[in-house]
């Protein structure tokens, strides 16, 4: 029975009395009031090659219903990097809200020493093969730090956390594909900041953010002087800009409900101006490594310290005789007296921007896009704005309240706003590989799950942490040419959504499928991850059993009639007549293909 709600096909309600309480229930099959009601067939019926048999004669329970599990997939498609097959069954029988608070309570499972591990592992498997220890990578590159973010996010129980510290690394952007390559562990200790901080407080958070020095490296106030005019040394404004720019309030004012504030020309209203920007550098001077590892030039850390020897995990100091002392005036008239340390100027001035009121509506749009649609209606933003101001009980930033708010919200939660034209969003590349591969079972002969993800990434220009640049893979407010710009709607995805991505997209799909390899690494030992498919070759059978299952799965239930029949019409020609005993594997090969690829997997209603 297909779940009654996907596509409202099927009006069809039934409704039970109960003589005890004279009430009338309307509900699907199975909703809990279906006690002592029978059905009854003419006889038995068992599928050719199959064990299970339909008895002609049973009681309605709901067992064998859908509408739960694929309820359950589309909401771990929101809160997780995607469900696997077990969790979407717990997560059916439990209530959403239960689920997320269970997971708040979930201590983080960070990634530097899992880098750490990795890295001593994967150096020992090197020499062990043969190789010259002095010929292995000095410390951990990006690649472990890649090993160990699969590692993680394929086996933790923390799952929640770990989507929105992703969608917190699109927001609060570093990128290995600039000055922090090879930075290993400082990739891990940054990310491991939005991990921590996911289910936490975005004050702590940004303050955190502003001194690690791999955020210091990348937005360069890193070994940032103050002012030396004689000399024309003046402070660099490029984090000063970011952090109000991108990472808190945004270009111009709004309203709780992320609308934007005008003037009497209806013309927006900026937040900061040049000028505010060089006053907010002013801040951010005098900052360099805080401790720095073993080597053979210097002995204490101190400003200008080079990165090369900077311990990439500890967070910047300040160094007084480098800040930019004096009044520093911010924003809406406010001011940084002078003679106070620096570290006091950088905590006030994160305060400052953290208490702004944009940062609720401009943070809940980030995340609501990132998770769920493209297109929040003001209302969504204003409720979760709301949350972010106050979580009930006094507190503002609470991000567990903003990511509740969003998770449960209306516009996330309820049947009716998956038709809306406006509801949904195109998933990231790289997130169809993170949901494939968590979906799917697995081999891997060492029990790793490290993946340097290389041939994606060349193909799709996606992976953790590998923006082109501090603005992300792509735009918050970018308008595809086409219907969706006609309706003033937005589809940042879309941006690196062309013709050379998606080729390489199918093509990665390809081997992910056809050959089996879903992971590998740059290690001399075979670590490669391949598909397991063997659980449901049976259920290829029947081709629509098989395409129930991947719709559960995959699609959470929205599944199209046109692409059903596609994909149905490609299962019917794959017989044994023409691939013999190897039919069923090439037809569930085929099945996992063609739902990669459609239009109804790539766009997350």
């Known amino acids: ?117 990795i890295f001593e592992r994967a150096r020992q498997w090197f020499i062990d093969d043969g190789g010259n220890p002095g010929d292995y990578a000095y410390w951990p590159y990006t690649q472990h730090f890649l090993y160990g973010w699969w590692q993680v996010n394929m086996t933790a129980d ?108 209806g013309t927006p209203v900026p937040t900061y101006d040049i000028y505010d920007i060089k006053e907010f550098a002013k801040v951010f001077t005098g900052l360099s490594a805080g401790a720095i590892i073993e080597n053979e030039w210097q002995d204490e850390p101190e400003f200008g310290t080079s990165k090369w020897i900077t311990d990439m995990t500890v967070p910047m100091a300040m160094y007084e005789e480098w800040h930019e002392q004096g009044e520093k005036h911010l924003l809406n008239g406010f001011v940084i007296p002078a003679g106070q340390a620096g570290m006091a100027d950088i905590e006030a001035t994160i305060h400052h921007l953290f208490m702004h009121p944009n940062v609720g509506p401009f943070v809940a749009r980030r995340l609501i896009q990132n998770m769920v649609k493209s297109n929040p209606t003001p209302a969504y933003i204003a409720r979760v704005t709301a949350a972010f101001n106050n979580n009930g009980q006094g507190e503002r930033g609470d991000m567990s309240a903003v990511v509740k708010a969003i998770l449960l919200d209306p516009e ?107 992971m590998d690494t740059w290690e001399s030992v075979g670590t490669a991850v391949t598909l397991d498919i063997s659980q449901l070759i049976p259920l290829a059978k029947d081709p629509e059993v098989l395409i129930n299952k991947l719709d559960v799965l995959l699609t959470h239930g929205n599944l199209s009639a046109e692409t059903r029949f596609i994909i149905h019409t490609a299962l019917d020609q794959i017989t044994h007549d023409v691939l013999w005993s190897y039919y069923l594997e090439y037809r569930v090969k085929m099945a996992l293909y063609l739902f990669m690829i459609s239009p109804d997997y790539a766009v997350l209603k």
């Open 1 to 117: 029975m297909r779940y009654l709600l996907r596509f409202f096909a099927l009006p069809v309600l039934l409704l039970f009395y109960s003589a005890t309480f004279g009430q009338i229930y309307e509900d699907y099959v199975g909703g809990g009031h279906s006690d002592g009601i029978t059905v009854t067939a003419s006889s038995n019926y068992q599928p050719w090659g199959w064990e299970q048999v339909a008895l002609a004669e049973n009681t309605i329970t709901g067992k064998g219903l859908e509408g739960k599990l694929m309820e359950a997939s589309r909401f771990l498609a929101q809160a997780t990097l995607g469900g696997t097959p077990e969790m979407i069954r717990q997560v059916a029988e439990v209530d959403f809200e239960e689920w997320i608070d269970d997971q708040s309570e979930l201590p983080p499972t960070l990634l530097l020493d899992t880098v750490r591990d």
């Open 158 to 265: 923390d799952v929640l956390r770990q989507r929105v510290a992703l969608a917190l690394s699109e927001i609060l952007v570093i990128s290995y594909s600039d000055a922090l390559d090879d930075f290993g562990e400082g990739q891990a200790s940054y990310y491991d900041v939005l991990i921590d901080n996911a289910l936490g407080n975005y004050e702590n958070m940004l303050l955190q953010v502003a001194l690690h020095p791999a955020m210091g490296i990348y937005l360069s106030h890193f070994n940032n002087p103050k002012a030396v005019p004689e000399e024309n040394i003046h402070p660099d404004e490029n984090f000063a800009r970011e952090v109000m720019q991108l990472f808190s309030i945004g270009l111009y004012k709004l309203n709780p409900d992320g609308t934007l504030q005008t003037d009497g020309n």
């Open 412 to 518: 996330a939660r309820e049947c009716t706003w998956i038709n809306n034209p406006q509801q949904g969003k195109l998933r990231e590349p790289m997130m169809r590989y993170f949901h494939f591969c968590r979906a799917m079972d697995k081999n891997s002969p060492y029990g790793v799950y490290w993946n340097i993800g290389y041939d994606f990434w060349r193909k799709t220009g996606q992976l953790p942490l590998a923006s082109p640049s501090v603005f992300n893979f792509f735009l918050p407010d970018y308008q595809p040419v086409g219907p969706i710009a006609d309706q003033d709607l937005f589809g940042p995805e879309f941006q690196i959504h062309n013709s050379l991505t998606s080729l390489g997209y199918i093509n990665v799909v390809d081997d992910w499928v056809m050959w089996g390899v879903l």
